[in-house]
């Protein structure tokens, strides 16, 4: 009878502690961004070498503290694929990270299969918006646009414990 219990409590304990993981993973963490907050979707004009801000509608944006490539976020433009591909950085080689299933305009599937198909171009939104994290936008060409976050190559030295190196500048709490 004693072994009933305490594998019922077991059981009942983790069945309460992989929904709490759960809750905390997919909506927990997560914050709907105001416009003002979020600012403009912001690219990197080639001539330049400036952030300029696109023209964009319906913007949506979620993102959350706990990490820095949480951030996603969705918009439509009227800006065609010849015009941004003359003005604006392109990037090789993104994918976009997964959004939580309940933020539903933003399908990272989709987002890929577009890209390796050619109807989605990816573009460099602002370098190291956090120490070592980029921010990528992709527009489709029919004017859908999607915003995330990725490490960049400095990211993925420190945080994956590499030596980061003389190319990357120093972190912010590093002190130099």
């Not at 859908?144 to 709490?173: F, H, M, S």
Request: net charge negative; proline share 5%; charged share 20%.
């Amino acid at each position: 009878m004693n072994g009933r219990i305490v594998g019922a409590i077991i059981m009942i304990t983790a069945v309460v502690a992989g929904a709490a993981l759960y809750y905390l993973q997919i909506y927990g963490f997560y914050r709907e961004v105001s416009d003002a907050e979020a600012g403009q979707v912001q690219m990197l004009n080639i001539a330049t070498g400036a952030l300029e801000p696109i023209l964009t509608d319906n913007f949506s944006a979620i993102d959350a503290d706990s990490s820095p490539i949480r951030y996603r976020a969705c918009f439509t433009t009227t800006h065609s694929h010849p015009m941004l591909t003359e003005t604006y950085q392109l990037l090789e080689d993104r994918e976009p990270r997964n959004a939580p299933v309940w933020f539903d305009c933003f399908d990272a599937t989709a987002i890929a299969e577009g890209i390796e198909a050619g109807a989605v171009l990816v573009f460099l939104g602002q370098k190291n918006v956090h120490y070592g994290v980029d921010r990528i936008v992709a527009i489709h060409e029919d004017g859908r646009g999607w915003v995330w976050q990725d490490l960049n190559d400095c990211g993925e030295k420190a945080y994956d414990g590499t030596v980061i190196g003389e190319e990357c500048p120093p972190r912010p709490d590093s002190g130099s």
